[in-house]
């Protein structure tokens, strides 16, 4: 009881921690008024005074104006409400939107250390949100008046409460997982793909677990969050522009000379933009995956979020590359590393493995941290994408 006592005290002092230094980062920052942040700030300016009324006239405005669809889409009404309470409560600024992602960041590290101790342990809890905590994406994220620790948040929720209910399905847990996931799709409307690694697990979970799986969960799964979405917009009386809303989100790229010439790219790009954040990681996650599969080791956790990762990874190779929009990937990257730095104490450290791990976590979180602050800090990129990321190592000239 004094050891789980002791860790989350520890994991409190972390967030404390974690949370002030992120802030003593915001003195100096520069924010793209011209670029994402200023469309953000605007959308939640103009609810925040109008209401909830105000967004079929968002949605009108940005469907009459072309220059528009370069940018962020009011279909994601669900981080533009939320910001505009926000700006309710501290104030219309982008220091304050910037403040919000901040939160964003408290509270998912905060249940990502409840999830995991309930199913990793509170041994590997403490640590595997020590990983997280010190991310660079993650770290680089909560202090831009972006929406993207918000999309973080509420998909690291869904696919928790997703396994959850893999592990005990009921029509409860099944509920909190649609609202939840429902949801997450009204923050950003490209989470609507975890649908494709969801369905495979559920037929993963019928005929390689032999597990009975109603086709009602099939059906609740591919259909429900998307009705809700609908209903919300429809609600909120801007259903009939939705969907040429999705019509301009998928042919705008092809028109966006800058996510052509920076957000192009191969299909392993993200593997090396990963690389240059946080190399120890890839490096023992990589171990850690071939291990498994090269063992055949029989664990369904594991299973489940490589499931997640690789899905996610094949169907937003489709879309620019830009890290900040597959921030997914950083959870099961860390996760599997954390689990590799676990089996290689447990092989060499015997009864003192756990401190180990731990000391070995700290250590990763150190260089992860230095990395935050040179490439986001010092080097002050916006986009964590390939030529930025390769400018500020000095891999490639630049002036």
């Not at 996931?181 to 005929?207: A, D, H």
């Not at 040429?244 to 052509?260: C, M």
Request: glycine share 4%; aromatic share 20%.
């Amino acid at each position: 009881m004094a050891a789980k006592s002791n860790y989350r005290l520890i994991l409190f002092l972390m967030l404390v921690v974690a949370v002030t230094l992120v802030s003593f980062t915001l003195r100096n920052i520069r924010f793209a008024s011209s670029a994402d942040e200023g469309y953000y700030f605007r959308y939640a300016s103009f609810i925040a005074q109008k209401g909830l009324s105000g967004f079929g006239a968002l949605f009108e405005n940005y469907l009459e104006n072309q220059q528009f669809w370069l940018y962020p889409n009011p279909l994601r009404v669900g981080f533009i409400t939320l910001s505009a309470i926000w700006f309710k409560v501290a104030g219309a600024s982008f220091m304050n939107l910037a403040y919000l992602s901040l939160i964003f960041y408290a509270f998912f590290l905060f249940a990502s250390y409840c999830f995991s101790r309930k199913y990793l342990g509170e041994k590997l809890a403490l640590p595997f949100v020590i990983l997280l905590a010190s991310s660079p994406i993650q770290l680089a994220m909560s202090r831009r008046a972006l929406m993207d620790s918000a999309v973080n948040l509420f998909s690291s929720l869904s696919i928790w409460l997703f396994w959850g209910f893999l592990k005990k399905r009921g029509w409860l847990k099944l509920t909190i997982f649609i609202a939840v996931y429902s949801f997450s799709i009204l923050v950003k409307e490209t989470i609507i793909l975890l649908t494709v690694p969801f369905l495979i697990l559920l037929l993963i979970e019928r005929f390689v677990y032999k597990n009975k799986v109603s086709v009602k969960y099939f059906l609740a799964v591919l259909l429900l969050p998307p009705f809700i979405a609908l209903s919300v917009y429809a609600l909120l009386g801007c259903l009939p522009f939705v969907f040429d809303t999705v019509r301009i989100i998928l042919s705008s790229p092809q028109a966006n000379s800058y996510a052509i010439s920076f957000g192009s790219g191969p299909w392993y790009r993200y593997l090396i933009d990963y690389m240059l954040l946080s190399p120890w990681v890839v490096i023992l996650a990589t171990g850690f995956i071939f291990y498994f599969f090269l063992n055949k080791e029989n664990n369904e956790l594991v299973v489940y979020f490589a499931v997640i990762f690789v899905s996610s990874f094949i169907l937003f190779d489709f879309f620019t590359k830009n890290l900040r929009y597959v921030m997914i990937l950083d959870m099961p990257l860390r996760l599997f590393s954390l689990l590799m730095l676990n089996i290689i104490a447990n092989k060499f450290f015997g009864r003192a493995a756990a401190g180990m791990v731990l000391i070995l976590t700290i250590t990763l979180a150190f260089f992860d941290c230095l990395n935050f602050y040179h490439l986001f800090v010092q080097s002050s990129i916006y986009d964590p994408m390939s030529f930025f990321l390769f400018r500020a190592q000095h891999l490639i000239p630049f002036k």
